[in-house]
């Protein structure tokens, strides 16, 4: 099985991976580390500013790695805001019965409300080097995310009223039917 958590940025996609891997007992690959090896290794030239191109450059990548445990029948926990909104467009239908996927994102309210403390859990699981989230921006990307959904059918999880993480792994595993 390999599940993916998509969304936007700082809404706990890592934090939701890391409880799914303690769980479960599954490996999970964040995909900002892929992003920083291409980067670091100067196997491009997008910079971290670069998320909607970087979404489309590493997702091939990514796509056959998920293909590689699939057929190897292993499971894979893989999270970050880089899947895009029509990834089942590169697997088959078989492949297909393999994976889930959940989208977090958070409502604009909940983001106005306490934008202190998600940005207070931005190094939650890790340590992010000079990461200072805009508000602003987040609105808009959770936006996006949200639409993004919508439009592809993808389970869409919004935190809306309080972030409680045992409440969303069990949100989480229900939208996945896990």
Same mark, same amino acid.
């Given at each position: 099985m390999v599940i993916l958590i998509g969304g936007s940025s700082h809404v706990g996609k890592t934090l939701?991976?890391?409880?799914?891997?303690?769980? #479960?007992h599954w490996p999970y690959l964040s995909l900002d580390h892929l992003k920083m090896g291409f980067i670091r290794s100067g196997r491009t030239e997008l910079t971290v500013q670069?998320?909607?191109?970087?979404? #489309?450059?590493?997702?091939?990548f990514v796509a056959e790695m998920i293909r590689t445990v699939i057929e190897g029948?292993?499971? $894979?926990? /893989?999270?970050?805001? #880089?899947?895009? *909104?029509?990834?089942?467009e590169s697997f088959s239908e078989d492949e297909l019965r393999r994976i889930r996927c959940v989208f977090v994102v958070?409502?604009?309210?909940? $983001?106005r409300g306490n934008f202190d403390a998600v940005r207070s859990c931005a190094n939650a699981i890790? +340590?992010? *080097?000079a990461d200072d989230p805009d508000l602003e921006?987040?609105?808009?990307? +959770?936006?996006?995310?949200k639409s993004e959904c919508i439009e592809h059918g993808i389970p869409c999880?919004?935190?809306?009223?309080?972030?409680?993480?045992?409440?969303? /792994? *069990?949100?989480?595993?229900k939208l996945m039917g896990l």
């Amino acid at each position: 099985m390999v599940i993916l958590i998509g969304g936007s940025s700082h809404v706990g996609k890592t934090l939701l991976a890391q409880k799914l891997l303690e769980k #479960y007992h599954w490996p999970y690959l964040s995909l900002d580390h892929l992003k920083m090896g291409f980067i670091r290794s100067g196997r491009t030239e997008l910079t971290v500013q670069d998320d909607y191109e970087m979404r #489309y450059f590493l997702w091939p990548f990514v796509a056959e790695m998920i293909r590689t445990v699939i057929e190897g029948k292993q499971n $894979l926990i /893989v999270e970050g805001c #880089y899947i895009p *909104a029509e990834w089942q467009e590169s697997f088959s239908e078989d492949e297909l019965r393999r994976i889930r996927c959940v989208f977090v994102v958070m409502s604009e309210a909940y $983001l106005r409300g306490n934008f202190d403390a998600v940005r207070s859990c931005a190094n939650a699981i890790e +340590s992010r *080097a000079a990461d200072d989230p805009d508000l602003e921006r987040l609105i808009r990307c +959770s936006q996006y995310f949200k639409s993004e959904c919508i439009e592809h059918g993808i389970p869409c999880l919004e935190i809306c009223e309080r972030f409680d993480l045992d409440e969303l /792994v *069990a949100e989480a595993e229900k939208l996945m039917g896990l």
